[in-house]
């Protein structure tokens, strides 16, 4: 449930006080599946280590870390490979709707 730790603080280290940043989920995804914990231990170290860094960062300068911070929804068209993403082969018209979102 819903943390309150009595701080001001950022929109994304308020997700990662409440264990629901992106971080968080990398890790409960490898703890929760067997077959993932010996294979991606690394991968779940460097999630461990990412939140801390972000938490350093937010205390430090009262602001997201820039990779949080910056990151906006590719629009539906684009090339998500670079992203990370899949990519775009065509679209339904509630997914092709949200193309201006980051506007």
């Known amino acids: 449930g819903y943390k309150e730790e009595g701080t001001t603080t950022t929109p994304f280290d308020m ?9 968080h989920l990398v890790i409960d ?11 991606y231990a690394g991968l779940r170290q460097e999630m461990v280590d990412a939140r801390l ?12 870390i820039p990779e949080v911070r910056d990151w906006v929804w590719p629009d539906v068209g684009e090339k998500a490979t670079e992203e990370g993403g899949p990519q775009y082969n065509g679209a ?12």
């Open 53 to 64: 860094t972000a938490r350093q960062y937010t205390r430090e300068h009262g602001e997201d």
């Open 92 to 103: 339904s018209a509630a997914v092709q709707d949200t193309g201006g979102d980051n506007e």
């Open 15 to 23: 997700a990662m006080l409440n264990d629901i940043d992106r971080y």
């Open 29 to 39: 995804v490898i703890d929760r599946v067997p077959s993932l914990r010996s294979t």
